[in-house]
């Protein structure tokens, strides 16, 4: 691996103008690099227009599991960012429908069990599965031993796990269940392995990796990630965009998923990588983090080649 | 460490007859041991009430927070078992306050957060401490980012989090804040390892470790664990009961947690470990365990000294 042991902050606009020289595709996390919650960081759009107006590709790509591609482009046009359609955006609701089609090749119109938002019930049901457990109402209800959904449907062939704020004890216990069930072996996909994320208000909150670590510990039997760094996903993205792999940077707010996912996409003529700091990732965290990344479990590969403050910052650097 | 390579099963009259010439102190696990959730185990009042004619001493070990020593007093009586009195009784509620008090040194009348059951809230307030979270039905409300917990109260001096099967996202959202408070330096203890236990109908369901588990990924910190096997809690029972520790057998049904428990007493002349088959571990888990113990994470300290079905058993064996 031939990553740049000191990334290039990026603040004067000949930085901003190589960027734009090396790379034609921009693969985008979302949350921390394009939004805060529900709120678009200030100077977002107007770099993603810049972009655009330059003839540059994006591609969002999201370890949030909660929304499917559809509301991701409600969303998107709420905040008013323009021209993002169906194919730009990968969460990875979508990224585990891919993986049971293409991977497990697990036939369609299989059941497959499912603890997470109803991003996951919607993409299974788009490409031909039947969705079970998931935003049920019945598991809302108190823990009860007798409850139906304790006993396993034997027609379920795999289990999803990704974000949610709806866990609760009865949800936990039945996924469980198929995850023991048939001495382990049924597929268990997570959706990421985030440990929080910021929210609103500042606020820093439990994310998706953190339900899917729950269900690996209580299971004790692992899991197959979906998500970034997958390799598999990014394979996937850039097949799919038809983004020469040597010409696109993935820009994201976290070290040990975004900017690992794309500093291992670098087989030979690599992704770039670059580090926001308007999300997950402190000034203070990073400084720390580059004074020795080998304290860090395969740290050399969660050095970006690039950080800048924002993404707003962009157009103003280059047009300063 | 000499842990014997091979268990021996307790089976035959002289075995039993061994057993009760070497040990005279019993540490007893309670689920899958004593009872499975609300019954008690055939045979084992029996087995109790031959033990104590014959002048043994016991004492009950549990990794499960969610009952003090009050509450637990009501179930041995309310399952026919006599004579228990709250000096008898070790859940790792009781073990957290001891950690506080004992090791921590946290002043009393300090404010404790709770990830937990009534269990860890009676035992604080018994021992003089002010629990704060933990049952407050305030924290049963639907995630709200403005949630009067989600700001730290600065009077919290530590973080307790043990089984519950009342977490969810409001609960576990208000207790990352106190983790990852004053740059993670705030006290944070984990009631137990546990990843699953023999509930009701047959089924595993998720223990107390998990949650501990998702806290510790979610805030990606280290906790401290007073539960079973930590040799601070084996060595405070063995002296709040002046047991003789080379004459004390620990009674179990999990391998990582009781079996080694007893075990990691082995200094020079240390306890012996008796694993029953009526709760977690299944006589095949067992045997492929034993046809490796290397293959596990600290594998020889999980090999138990004696195995016997069920403690119910034992009565009947040597009156045979």
Chains 1, 2 share one sequence.
Not at 50 to 77: C, D, H, I, M, P
Not at 224 to 241: C, D, H, R, Y
Not at 261 to 275: I, K, P, T
Request: a negative charge; aromatic letters at 10%; charged letters at 25%.
């Amino acid at each position: 691996m031939t990553v740049k042991k000191n990334p290039l902050l990026i603040h004067r606009r000949e930085h901003a103008e190589a960027l734009l020289e090396k790379y034609d595709n921009f693969l985008f996390d979302c949350d921390g690099v394009i939004w805060l919650d529900e709120k678009i960081i200030e100077g977002v759009k107007d770099t993603l227009e810049f972009l655009k107006k330059n003839g540059k590709k994006f591609a969002f790509v999201t370890n949030n599991s909660s929304k499917s591609r559809q509301e991701y482009l409600a969303k998107f046009s709420s905040l008013g960012i323009q021209g993002v359609t169906k194919d730009h955006i990968f969460p990875t609701c979508y990224a585990a429908v891919q993986a049971l089609e293409s991977d497990l090749q697990v036939p369609k119109k299989s059941k497959i069990w499912v603890l997470g938002d109803s991003g996951i019930e919607d993409e299974l049901e788009e490409a031909g599965y039947i969705p079970v457990g998931g935003t049920d109402a019945r598991l809302n209800q108190a823990f009860r031993a007798d409850h139906e959904f304790l006993t396993v449907d034997p027609e379920v062939q795999a289990v999803v796990v990704g974000s949610t704020k709806e866990f609760n004890y009865m949800r936990i216990a039945s996924t469980l269940q198929y995850l023991l069930w048939k001495n382990k072996t049924i597929p268990f996909i997570g959706c990421n392995i985030d440990r929080s994320y910021p929210g609103p208000n500042g606020l820093i909150l439990p994310a998706g990796g953190s339900v899917v670590n729950y269900m690996q510990y209580t299971a004790d039997r692992d899991f197959i990630n979906v998500g970034k760094p997958s390799k598999v996903f990014l394979e996937a993205i850039l097949a799919k965009n038809g983004f020469d792999r040597s010409r696109t940077l993935m820009v994201g707010d976290t070290l040990y998923t975004d900017i690992k996912f794309g500093n291992d996409g670098q087989l030979g003529e690599g992704c770039g990588s670059l580090l926001v700091l308007t999300g997950g990732t402190t000034p203070e965290y990073l400084h720390q983090f580059l004074q020795n990344p080998n304290h860090y479990d395969e740290g050399e590969s969660m050095i970006p080649s690039y950080v800048i403050r924002s993404l707003g910052d962009f157009v103003d650097i280059i047009q300063s």
